[in-house]
């Protein structure tokens, strides 16, 4: 079953209140889980680091990106409760740490999952702190070489002996469709003999659906409350009925690949007879008779002889009288 993860980020503004609200709205979308960020912004990023060109787009304010991550940061306090609201209403807590403290503190949750996020796949130190938990680990390989992901693999696997998961990934929001390669996500389920999946950036649900059809067995997409609400995600990410659509139509598609074999399914056996053809009368034909393209043709239903053997009817003889249109049934040699 593909393990739908809905992203709520840093869309909370800062704001436990709004971060119980995307967790009900995680809830409400049927997504598996629903992520957070955790981070401390001293540990995370100077205060001289300018903010990325999408983040000066989506917020124009004239500030750092320490002065912007600060505004959206949550306590350590404020994540244990909301781990424990996300217990109460039912659907996995996740959370992405960027920081040694938060990894620390993160360690203490029942998470089944580790979050490497793309920014930190070339942090060594990083790896070898998450790896050291052994739990499974979903790598985001988004601005990655596949050197670099071949590292940060071979470092996690010194240290742990659990799964890897690599989730394709581009690191642009929201990332243009031709920038997307989403048949590079098989290709790195091949390379590393693992389970592959999807981070999504793009606009709207139709990659990730596809990604699904192409194999993949996490899907990660960014949500909103808002997209018109103040801050660098909210205009990249999903409203709350979108992300309903886009866990629906994953389900869908998640049913309908099946399991490779093709066969006659009990939902259209009833159709057979209904849909077939049979070799009919073409028009009235006398008993001794020779069957021909003349007086014979093919029409629904197919209660008589298959089309599939019309060679073996023409130039027999007919055994007794037929109406036009009346199946051929019985054949003398």
């Not at 203490?108 to 070339?122: H, L, Y």
């Not at 929201?174 to 606009?203: I, Q, W």
């Amino acid at each position: 079953m593909v393990f739908v993860i809905a992203e709520a980020g840093d869309n909370h503004n800062g704001s436990l209140l709004l971060a119980k609200k995307l967790v009900d709205v995680a809830k409400e979308s049927k997504a598996d889980a629903v992520k957070f960020q955790i981070f401390k912004t001293e540990n995370l990023v100077t205060k001289y680091a300018a903010k990325a060109q999408y983040q000066k787009e989506f917020n124009k304010d004239a500030e750092s990106q320490f002065e912007m991550l600060k505004k959206l940061e949550l306590s350590f306090s404020e994540f244990e409760e909301l781990y424990l609201y996300c217990k109460k209403v039912g659907i996995i807590f996740l959370s992405t740490a960027f920081d040694f403290e938060s990894i620390d503190f993160l360690s203490n949750f029942d998470v089944p999952f580790w979050k490497v996020p793309s920014g930190e796949i070339t942090n060594l130190p990083y790896l070898i702190q998450i790896s050291k938990f052994n739990k499974p680990i979903l790598l985001s390989t988004g601005m990655c070489e596949v050197f670099e992901i071949e590292q940060a693999v071979s470092a996690i696997r010194r240290y742990s002996s659990n799964e890897i998961i690599i989730l394709h990934c581009n690191t642009e929001y929201p990332t243009p469709f031709e920038d997307v390669n989403l048949l590079a996500m098989r290709t790195l389920g091949e390379k590393f003999n693992c389970r592959f999946g999807y981070s999504d950036h793009t606009t709207g649900i139709s990659v990730p659906i596809a990604a699904v059809a192409l194999g993949a067995s996490v899907i990660e997409k960014h949500f909103t409350l808002d997209k018109n609400m103040q801050g660098p995600d909210h205009k990249a990410s999903l409203d709350p009925k979108e992300l309903k659509i886009m866990v629906r139509s994953i389900r869908e598609i998640e049913v309908s690949l099946g399991n490779r074999k093709k066969f006659v399914t009990k939902s259209e056996e009833k159709n057979i007879l209904i849909a077939r053809k049979s070799i009919v009368a073409k028009k009235n034909i006398s008993k001794g008779e020779i069957f021909t393209e003349k007086n014979l043709t093919v029409k629904r239903p197919a209660i008589g002889i298959s089309p599939m053997k019309w060679f073996e009817i023409l130039g027999k003889e007919s055994n007794r009288y037929y109406k036009k249109d009346e199946a051929i049934e019985i054949i003398k040699n």
